[in-house]
């Protein structure tokens, strides 16, 4: 079951155990600079704002009715990156296990091979949460992504219509699988004694709660800035995860111009340009987790960031896409408390 929360998609699976359930966020944040150069994580800047596409039936466009899911609103070259949160089990001392995976016009975001409902290891098509806590873009290469950013489809800048040649779908798709009930109760058995650790201890990212377009109506996400980020492997089982029971929702990107044509409402302020992020001192991130990352994805790393395309266009399809210097960046630690200390490397 998939519910619309306060901006978020809660996910959950009663009819596999009372404790599977997790959510997604989408996160307005920097469209750090297409320059060649490799950014570590920007801050989030505020969830970007959901509504359900059945709220607008006069007003959406056909073919999104016939998909159904959610719209979000997005600038033309606006990113965004994906925050995946469980919900933390006290005697369990863990959140439930999915694994998830993620398509931009129906290209997916860690294989850059066409969409397909079902699981696959080899290479592995998806994330595992909560091993991965966020995705910001395109796996190009172990350890790094290049960011996503919306652009109008129809102008060749989209993953989709550089693989396919066409911008037939645009938005995003995501597909949820838990793990299986026995499998789960088997590798996280309820804690005996009293001492039971804090739900402090768990990952809590500090990118949370930081502080001129054409009428398009699809838009599709395009590979932007390089970033530093790792796609995590597996590490359960392929067996583990519960292939019989999915949930599936199409997350459509709509121009900010066509979200008030729909909605009535005005989308988000522009968010800022990365000279802006950077007078403002924002601070940026880099994330300490000690899971082995995937390789990366040959067929994205061939795609051309929106910057190039742009170039060989003769366009300017980014604004404000000067170079940065970074000078403060914060290391967030994966699953360690507040005293605890990190194993060293020598």
Not at 325 to 345: A, M, N
Request: charged content about 25%; glycine content about 6%.
């Amino acid at each position: 079951m998939i519910e619309l929360r306060e901006d978020s998609l809660h996910i959950s699976f009663p009819e596999v155990h009372p404790d599977a359930s997790m959510s997604v966020e989408f996160q307005r944040t920097l469209r750090i600079p297409d320059d060649g150069k490799t950014y570590p994580l920007p801050a989030g800047l505020g969830a970007f704002p959901c509504q359900h596409i059945d709220d607008h039936v006069q007003t959406v466009p056909t073919n999104w009715l016939k998909r159904g899911g959610i719209m979000l609103p997005m600038y033309q070259s606006e990113a965004m990156w994906i925050n995946f949160s469980g919900s933390y089990i006290s005697d369990r001392e863990t959140c439930y296990p999915f694994a998830m995976k993620i398509a931009a016009g129906k290209i997916n975001a860690v294989t850059g091979k066409q969409y397909k409902n079902k699981l696959k290891k080899a290479p592995q098509d998806y994330v595992v949460v909560p091993e991965q806590p966020w995705l910001d873009g395109y796996c190009v290469e172990r350890g790094l992504i290049r960011q996503f950013v919306a652009m109008p489809l129809g102008d060749g800048y989209s993953a989709e219509e550089q693989i396919t040649g066409e911008g037939e779908h645009g938005g995003l798709q995501i597909i949820v699988y838990p793990m299986k009930r026995e499998v789960f109760e088997q590798r996280f058995p309820k804690i005996q004694h009293q001492e039971l650790r804090d739900e402090s201890m768990l990952l809590h990212s500090p990118m949370q709660n930081v502080y001129s377009c054409d009428a398009t109506p699809d838009m599709g996400l395009a590979p932007g800035g390089r970033m530093k980020q790792e796609i995590y492997d597996d590490p359960f089982d392929f067996s583990d995860w519960d292939q019989a029971n999915a949930s599936r929702c199409f997350v459509h990107l709509a121009n900010s111009l066509v979200w008030r044509q729909i909605t009535g409402e005005d989308a988000p302020t522009v968010p800022p340009t990365s000279k802006e992020y950077a007078n403002s001192d924002l601070p940026w991130f880099d994330y300490y987790g000690e899971a082995t990352a995937v390789e990366g994805s040959k067929i994205l790393n061939n795609l051309k960031s929106v910057a190039t395309l742009g170039k060989q266009a003769g366009k300017n399809p980014l604004p404000e896409n000067q170079s940065v210097t970074v000078d403060d960046i914060q290391l967030i630690r994966s699953r360690l408390s507040e005293d605890e200390v990190r194993d060293s490397q020598f």
